[in-house]
Structure formats: C-alpha cells, structure tokens
C-alpha cells in the first residue's frame, strides 16, 4: 500500500498560472519535506513541516509557498510558475528530523 | 565545498561484477549516512542506513570512514536491475538531508 501519495503525478501548467501540487501520507510521521530534482541533479530541499512548525530554506525563491492543515497533508503551492520551475516535485516524510525518509513518486511539473 | 560529493559516473560493468561506489562529506559533526537507490524518473528509495561499524545487505556492503570523511557501497554479482543512480545522504546537526548528485550505475549483460 502506498504510503506517501503524491497528486497529481503528471501536471500541466501555463506561465504565471498557480498551481497546486499535493502529498499526503499514512506513516503518521511528523516531518514533511518537498524537494525539487530537475534533470540530472540531487533533489533540492524547498522547505519542511516539524508538526506544524514551518522550515524554509534560505535559498527558496518566494514563488513557492507550502501549506500543512493536518498531519496527513501537505501542499506546495507554485504562486507563478516560470520556465525554470520545470522539474519533478517530491515529497518525503520521516518520522523525525534526520530519521530514514520516505518518498512519494514525485509530480512532474510541465510549465508551457 | 559541497557538503557531499559523489563520482558521477557512469559506471558500466558486467553482470556478475562488483562494482564500489564512494562519496565524500565535508562536515564532520555529519550523524546520519544512507545509501539511496533513484530509478530513472522515479523517486528515491532508500537502499541501506549506513552504520560505523559497517552493514550488509545480501549482496550490498556499506561502509563508514569517519577518519577520512567517506562512505562508501560496494555491490557484488550485479544484476541487471541493479541500473540505477546511487545517491549519497549525509545529515547532520538540523534536519537537512544532504544529498549527493548520484552515481550512475549501468549493468550490462
């Protein structure tokens, strides 16, 4: 059974058009991070939840913003998507900070 | 100086070969080690937690130089679905996991 989901696995989108991508997950694990990994390249951490507490990394461009309303869920948001946001989003969990973490099979992102 | 680096390869070997993989950290408080396993246009997942003293898995071996700052993976009797990029994953102090670029591994029959 899949355990971190990620929806939807392939999304379209036109330049400056928000997007929304989602994860959710049935680990109960208390960290949720999202990565962009483009082409030949190590997956970038964007930004994490601890529980409810919000992690930004310093180099996130503001275009991407994150929500959790739960413990399940969690949304990277995309306010304005350029050329260059092109790239697979992954989402991963673990159950606490520098613990094993989990996958989803990614979203890849098309911006035309 | 990146905080974990990798030979990018691409390996290619024999079936039946073994092959070794090493990779770097810079930081030496670093705690945790892992050895990923990433499928073309898939996500990662994890292959081994790598402990000091060293750990096996059936065919894979992992190891920790906290001396020397390295880790390494050696695969033996590869297979062909043994393809695959191997990433590196360091952490330390936080909670950022420090990925490398990935070794790329293709396994010929």
């Known amino acids: 059974d899949a355990m971190v989901i990620q929806n939807p696995r392939y999304q379209v989108t036109q330049f400056g058009k928000p997007v929304t991508l989602s994860c959710s997950q049935t680990?109960?694990?208390?960290?949720m991070y999202w990565y962009q990994q483009k082409s030949s390249q190590a997956p970038k951490l964007l930004f994490h939840y601890y529980d409810k507490d919000f992690n930004n990394e310093a180099d996130t461009p503001d275009n991407f913003q994150s929500r959790r309303p739960n413990t399940s869920f969690c949304f990277l948001d995309i306010r304005s998507p350029g050329l260059g946001d092109a790239a697979m989003y992954l989402c991963?969990?673990?159950?606490?900070?520098?613990?094993?973490?989990?996958f989803g099979p990614g979203t890849r992102l098309l911006v035309l | 100086r990146k905080e974990v680096e990798q030979d990018p390869g691409p390996f290619n070997v024999p079936e039946g070969a073994t092959v070794a993989f090493n990779c770097t950290y810079s930081?030496?408080?670093?705690?945790?080690f892992f050895w990923y396993r990433q499928d073309c246009r898939k996500e990662p997942k994890l292959l081994m937690s790598?402990?000091?003293s060293g750990n096996e898995d059936g065919r894979f071996t992992a190891q920790l130089n906290r001396a020397s700052q390295y880790i390494s993976l050696l695969i033996r009797d590869s297979k062909l679905s043994d393809s695959a990029t191997y990433l590196c994953v360091v952490t330390h102090t936080g909670n950022q996991f420090y990925f490398g670029t990935g070794t790329s591994l293709t396994v010929i029959p």
């Open positions: 680990l109960n694990h208390n960290v």
């Open positions: 991963a969990t673990s159950r606490d900070r520098q613990e094993t973490q989990y």
């Open positions: 930081n030496s408080a670093s705690q945790s």
């Open positions: 790598v402990y000091s």
